[in-house]
């Protein structure tokens, strides 16, 4: 796997079949200062074989809609399908199960095991869900990521794009429909963004799965094949193959001084 990215080799994977489907879905936090609607009403389809970037200024709901989607959090009410299955109407245990084999994650702070070595971590998905542990596999991956002689070695001893290549391998290993990604390029500098923004894009184009990621920055956001923008917990506006430019010029539409009126 190189670590190129361009455009994507649009709909290659992508035959309309939804991955992800998010219908009417809120979420509303209760604290000491009353009640917060971090969603309001979501609707979305997510197609397989897609990336897709979620933006969207500070506050306005981008890991509440992502944690919904991953079903790590549980919506106050609306339906959250997973290749067409309802998510929301799932006991804790299967939700688990359903999570570990079907669902990637990539975190802005890597959240490798250190005790572990790199393949172990990247095995680590497999051995949570009782799955035989494919070694090769993962070595594979490895390679692909462009760590093939770091198996052995212990988190600690990478660097943060390494260890962020890591977790991407991690993601991939239960070959997973959808890749959840919060902030992955978060912690990375901007060269070793790129090369990790082009292993979730080969996810995608190579692979076929499907890919949705929360991001502040429009350089990452111009990957995906669709930007959707959210305010005070509502879609307001989306992209399809988007560049940086126009990225930021919705961005700035959605945090300016006006920014009520545009949303
Ligand atoms: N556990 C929680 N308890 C109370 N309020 C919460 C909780 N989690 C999120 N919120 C509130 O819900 C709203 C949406 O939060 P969310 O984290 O989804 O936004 P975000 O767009 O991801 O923000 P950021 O870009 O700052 O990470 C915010 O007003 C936030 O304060």
Same mark, same amino acid.
Not at 179 to 195: K, M, N, S, Y
Not at 227 to 251: H, I, N, Q, T
């Given at each position: 796997?190189?670590?190129?990215?361009?455009?994507?080799?649009?709909g290659?994977?992508?035959d309309g079949?939804?991955?992800?489907?998010?219908r009417a879905?809120?979420?509303?936090?209760?604290?000491r200062?009353?009640t917060?609607?971090?969603?309001?009403g979501?609707?979305?389809?997510?197609?397989?074989g897609t990336?897709?970037?979620?933006?969207?200024?500070s506050g306005?709901?981008?890991?509440?809609l %992502?944690?919904?989607?991953a079903?790590?959090d549980r919506?106050?009410?609306?339906?959250?399908?997973?290749?067409?299955?309802?998510?929301?109407?799932?006991?804790e245990n299967?939700l688990?199960r359903l999570?570990?084999?079907r669902?990637?994650?990539?975190?802005q702070s890597?959240?490798?095991?250190?005790?572990?070595?790199? %393949?172990?971590?990247?095995? %680590?998905?497999?051995?949570?869900?009782?799955?035989?542990?494919?070694?090769?596999?993962?070595?594979?991956?490895?390679?692909?990521?462009?760590?093939?002689?770091?198996?052995?070695?212990?988190?600690g001893?990478?660097?943060?794009?390494?260890?962020?290549?890591?977790?991407?391998?991690?993601a991939?290993i239960?070959?997973?429909?959808?890749?959840?990604?919060?902030?992955?390029?978060g *912690? %990375?500098?901007?060269?070793? *963004?790129?090369?990790?923004?082009?292993l979730?894009?080969?996810?995608?184009?190579?692979?076929?799965?499907?890919?949705?990621?929360v991001?502040?920055?429009?350089?990452?956001?111009?990957? *995906?094949d669709?930007?959707?923008?959210?305010?005070d917990?509502?879609?307001?506006?989306?992209?399809s193959?988007?560049?940086?430019?126009?990225?930021?010029?919705?961005? *700035?539409?959605?945090?300016?001084p006006?920014a009520?009126?545009?949303?």
């Amino acid at each position: 796997m190189t670590t190129e990215h361009g455009r994507p080799p649009a709909g290659r994977w992508h035959d309309g079949t939804p991955a992800v489907e998010l219908r009417a879905v809120r979420r509303t936090y209760k604290g000491r200062q009353g009640t917060v609607e971090a969603l309001r009403g979501v609707d979305l389809v997510l197609g397989k074989g897609t990336f897709s970037a979620v933006m969207g200024p500070s506050g306005s709901g981008k890991s509440s809609l %992502l944690q919904c989607a991953a079903g790590l959090d549980r919506p106050e009410s609306g339906t959250v399908l997973l290749g067409g299955q309802d998510i929301t109407a799932l006991g804790e245990n299967r939700l688990t199960r359903l999570r570990r084999r079907r669902v990637g994650f990539v975190f802005q702070s890597f959240n490798l095991l250190p005790s572990l070595t790199v %393949l172990q971590n990247v095995l %680590l998905p497999q051995r949570l869900s009782g799955e035989r542990q494919d070694r090769s596999r993962a070595r594979e991956l490895l390679a692909q990521v462009g760590l093939p002689d770091h198996a052995d070695r212990r988190p600690g001893q990478l660097s943060g794009g390494q260890q962020q290549r890591v977790a991407v391998a991690r993601a991939l290993i239960t070959r997973p429909e959808v890749v959840f990604a919060d902030e992955p390029t978060g *912690a %990375l500098d901007t060269r070793t *963004a790129q090369e990790v923004l082009g292993l979730l894009r080969q996810a995608v184009d190579v692979m076929g799965a499907t890919v949705v990621m929360v991001t502040h920055d429009p350089a990452a956001a111009s990957c *995906a094949d669709r930007v959707l923008f959210l305010a005070d917990g509502m879609l307001v506006d989306e992209l399809s193959r988007p560049d940086a430019r126009s990225v930021a010029g919705r961005m *700035a539409a959605l945090t300016g001084p006006s920014a009520g009126a545009a949303a």
